[in-house]
């Protein structure tokens, strides 16, 4: 079944999401050399809670932390560690969910480690810009297939080659984190479920710098490339209204992104 979501319920989303919001960019600023992915987690469950918030992740099927730590070749679902230090060209996932009145925002980025080789740092620039794609092609009276084949044409569309993780993908969102549909990151427009009012979905690409294959680590957690190479990981929370799509997890409704696209939605505080 797929949730629809009130005006009541889609706002009580977008205070989750702007604590999400928030608390990413806490932990992003703290990223440097020598951080420890634990110290990252602190920063991010002691903001969560200083906004009256709860982590989503944290006891999530037994996940022991408030965000996902994922470095180099791990793609998603890291586990914050006080031995894992990050290392100058380093690059790091942080994924992040909060739970307002019984309702989740869910958004990950990936932020460079110091000084990074040119092939991550644009790495990382496609996956976010593939994600935005996602959101620009998301209407009501469209297919979910159609913010899938954006992700993938954005990404195809690009002058080196990328490997997208096909294994995992993004998802409803609503009173539980995870939700009807799965939203793959590769497919064919105008196929799918209908783009309605009231759904909201987590879009999530993970892109890599080699094959698309993965494997997930003896700590039934990690979720790593099989061929080592680097990954990137964006997400974000987003709503479809009247006035297009609404990103929860942005602090400004994501209005300039999508401005950069071509886009215009309302402008939100
Ligand atoms: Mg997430
Ligand atoms: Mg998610």
């Given amino acids: 079944m797929i949730q629809i979501k009130t005006v009541d319920e889609i706002a009580l989303m977008r205070e989750a999401g702007l604590v999400v919001a928030g608390a990413l960019r806490a932990v992003s600023a703290a990223v440097e050399v020598g951080v420890s992915t634990k110290a990252l987690d602190d920063i991010a469950e002691g903001y969560i809670r200083s906004r009256g918030a709860a982590p989503s992740f944290l006891g999530y099927h037994g996940f022991p932390a408030s965000i996902c730590a994922s470095v180099n070749e791990e793609v998603v679902h890291g586990i914050p560690s006080s031995s894992r230090r990050l ?55 469209g297919r979910l ?60 690409p993970m892109v890599t710098l080699g094959k698309p294959d993965t494997v997930e680590l003896d700590d039934d957690w990690t979720v790593v490339t099989a061929d080592g190479s680097y990954a990137a990981h964006f997400e974000h929370t987003f709503t479809l209204t009247d006035d297009g799509p609404w990103v929860l997890t942005a602090q400004d409704g994501g209005a300039a992104k999508l401005a950069e696209l071509g886009v215009s939605v309302p402008a939100r505080g």
């Fill in 87 to 141: 290392r100058e060209g380093d690059v790091i996932s942080i994924d992040c969910g909060a739970i307002v009145d019984g309702f989740h925002g869910d958004a990950a980025v990936t932020v460079p480690v110091g000084e990074v080789a040119p092939e991550a740092l644009e790495l990382i620039r496609v996956t976010e810009e593939s994600l935005w794609a996602g959101f620009a092609a998301a209407g009501i009276g």
């Fill in 145 to 204: 297939g159609d913010i899938s084949h954006a992700i993938e044409a954005s990404l195809r569309g690009q002058a080196a080659e990328y490997g997208i993780v096909r294994s995992y993908g993004g998802h409803g969102i609503g009173t539980e984190m995870h939700q009807e549909p799965h939203v793959l990151n590769y497919g064919r427009a105008g196929r799918g479920p209908k783009l309605v009012r009231g759904l909201a979905l987590a879009i999530e």
